[in-house]
Structure formats: structure tokens, C-alpha cells
């Protein structure tokens, strides 16, 4: 991609395509969907990792299903999010992925998809190379590390909490408490986390500079 079209994303909202001077060719190339703190995100690089965050999912319509407007837009704000926790991570000089841990991802995502010709078959449909979707696999570790890191004592709940969520409800109460009180655990957790998740993202996004760029064939909006 041109200096000149990685500065105008920079000085603009407007959506930035590539030009078919650019690109070579008579129709764009890409165009910038995002700037994040003066990282550039390009809808090629959107679309590369919303097919393997559905691939790392466990769906298998990663190589076949079209990404629609809805499905960028919460990939975007993934991508949003994820990239706000590496940032921090950088800043904290902490939380870095081995390469062996990073091959090792590898190995579990290429068998998750159907094996290596599967994989080449994303590669191919995206225009991208191994060592993208070993960035891609890596800043996700990263960040899923720093955030775990910051969430997963908060979102303990204590002993108190987890009776009193088995005598409000009814069909736990259908039940021993002892049979059911891991059940009613695990459930609260995840609830807990994943709405300290969600402050900890909204904290990220109102500190930092993200500006997010519309294509006129999916109306994205910038959340509030």
C-alpha cells in the first residue's frame, strides 16, 4: 500500500480505497477500515481475520460463508479491542507469546480447520501468507493473555454468591446445592468476566485514538 494512502487514512474519515493506479489493476485493491493509534487496519486484513477467528471458532463455513456487513462490523470491533490490549501489553513491556507457543497454536488451528490443505486454502482465498496468520494467531494469545491477566481474580465470585444464585433460582433449587454449586460457578464467572470485559474494552476505546473508516458497501458506524 502507498505513503500517500496510509497518510490520507491518517488526516481522514473518508473511506480510502487503492487506486487502480496503485494496485495495477482496474478495480481496488483495499482500503483502510480503521486507524488505530496510527495503525492502519485494511479491509483485506479485516476480512483475513474474521475468517480465522470463525475457523479458530470451530465453524466451518471460514472458507466458504461471505463476510456481510455484520460480521466485519463485530469483527472490526474484535480487531478494535484486541489490538488496544497488544498496545497496553507493549506499554507494560509484559505478556509476550514464545514462538514455540506461537507453532504450537498453529499446529491446533491448521487441525481445528481440516489440516494443512484447508489451510492453504484460506491462505489462497485471502491472498495472505503463513507468517500473517502467524502474526494474527500470536497477537491473539497476547492479547488474551493481558486481559486475563487483569480479569481473572476480579472475576472470582465468592461462596455467599454462588448460594445465593442457587436459592433465587428455581431450577437450581430442583437440586442439592453441593450437586450443582460448580455449575452455578463456572455460569456466574463467565457472566462476571464477560462484563468486565466489555469496561475493560470501553476503557481501551475512550483512551486511546481510533477512528473508524466506513466502506460504502457495508455501513459501518463507530461505536458511541
Known sequence: ?????????????TPVPVSAQDAGAGEPLDRVVAVI???????????????????????????????????LRSTLDYVVGQRLQ??????????????QEVEAALF??????????AVTALLVLEDMGREALAAVISRRIRAERALDGKLRLKAQVSDAEVRRAWEVSPGSRAQPFDAVRAEIRDRLTRERYRALAQSEFARLRRAADVRVVAPADWALEPPP
Open 1 to 13: 500500500m502507498s505513503i500517500r494512502v496510509l497518510l490520507a487514512a491518517l488526516l481522514s474519515v
Open 37 to 71: 493509534n496510527r495503525e492502519v487496519v485494511t479491509l483485506s486484513e479485516l476480512r483475513f481475520e474474521a475468517r480465522v477467528a470463525l475457523a479458530h471458532a470451530g465453524r466451518p463455513e471460514a472458507l466458504a460463508a461471505p463476510l456481510d456487513g455484520p460480521l
Open 86 to 99: 497488544v498496545a497496553e501489553a507493549d506499554k507494560l513491556q509484559a505478556f509476550y507469546v514464545e514462538q
Open 108 to 117: 491446533a488451528f491448521e487441525r481445528r480447520l481440516g489440516g494443512p490443505e
